[in-house]
């Protein structure tokens, strides 16, 4: 049985005391529900894999309580210090090179000599680091290649019975996961998330180049099928076709709308709460189309999502 907690202190010390015997918790952060567990316990990430179904080659982020905690693990070069200072505690994770002596179990970096870190913003996600004192590997607590969750409720439509407890903190502010960057010596973004690159290269003063690759992803977003629901899914479409649920944006009217205001900070926040929704309104046989949604600042990481829920499936 998954134990749901609730977001006060009995909950969180339950759930810290869960993750302190190698159990795995799932809880909120700012941006989707993150599968923690023990990053220094082989026990506890080997159960993050299984519980998610998720490939080995794939490693997980670190989330951490703060710079000094994140600096016990990794360097952290000047690129990568200006932003930390910038969008810390918030939605970005920064792939930094890992210490020697690091203690985190192996399985969580996949044997890279990198480790993805972040510190989140969400106050519970805050209290539940603080209260468990130790690093947490936290993958995005769906089945592997699903949808990500936003509430308690989508974490058990996908793991229940499978992990020990959720904390439940409500639907999540942003909706997206973290934008994922290797900030030095030349910063690339790894995969558009809820910090938009601009902001980011404004900051730094220089243009991010882009990596990944589907074939040796660098960072797991970058699997050419993933984030899919049942239906199908076509993009930019005006619309809907007969058999398909519209999602529209702005002008583009819909069964379900991303944001009729065109707000790209209300469509992250939806989009995978709607991806859900049309699912289950489109049925088995059905189709879920969605209205254009314009290329940049948030933009940018909803179009990731939708195109890597539109691709082909394996
Ligand atoms: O917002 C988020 O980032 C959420 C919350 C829970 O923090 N977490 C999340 O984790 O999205 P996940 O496992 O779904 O995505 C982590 C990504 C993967 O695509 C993985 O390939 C990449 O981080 N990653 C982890 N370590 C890496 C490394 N050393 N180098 C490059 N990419 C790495
Ligand atoms: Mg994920």
């Known amino acids: 049985m998954t134990e749901t907690l609730a977001p006060d202190d009995a909950g969180i010390a339950r759930a810290a005391r869960l993750l302190a015997e190698g ?36 490693p997980l982020i670190v989330h951490l309580p703060d710079l000094s905690a994140v600096e016990a693990l990794a360097t952290v070069g000047p690129n990568a210090r200006a932003l930390a200072r910038a969008f810390w505690p918030g939605p970005l994770t920064l792939v930094l090179p890992l210490r020697d002596g690091a203690g985190l179990s192996p399985l969580v970096t996949a044997g890279l000599a990198t480790v993805a870190v972040r510190i989140p913003a969400h106050p519970l996600a805050r209290r539940l680091l603080q209260a468990f004192g130790g690093p947490v590997a936290a993958p995005s607590a769906n089945p592997s290649g699903r949808v990500s969750p936003t509430r308690a409720g989508h974490v058990l439509e996908g793991l229940s019975g499978r992990i020990a407890a959720v904390l439940d903190g409500g639907p999540c502010a942003v909706g997206l996961e973290s934008t994922i960057v290797a900030a030095d010596p030349a910063p690339t973004l790894l995969r558009p998330g809820g910090v938009p690159v601009e902001a980011m290269e404004a900051l730094l003063g220089q243009p991010f180049a882009t990596g990944g690759d589907a074939h040796r992803p660098s960072a797991p977003g970058q699997l050419a099928s993933h984030y899919a629901p049942e239906a199908g899914v076509r993009l930019n479409a005006t619309a809907a076709e007969p058999g398909e649920v519209l999602v529209g944006f702005g002008p583009v009217k819909g069964a379900l709308t991303l944001s009729d205001t065109g707000d790209l900070v209300e469509a992250a926040a939806r989009l995978f709460d709607l991806l859900r929704q049309a699912d289950r309104l489109a049925g088995p046989h059905g189709r879920i189309a969605f209205a254009p949604v314009p290329e940049a600042g948030l933009g940018l990481a909803i179009n990731d999502r939708l195109r890597r829920a539109a691709a082909p499936r394996p």
């Open 23 to 58: 159990e795995l918790v799932a809880f909120p952060t700012e941006t989707v529900y993150g599968l923690g567990g023990d990053a220094r316990s082989d026990r506890a990430v080997a159960g993050i894999y299984a519980a998610k179904g998720r490939p080995s080659f794939n």
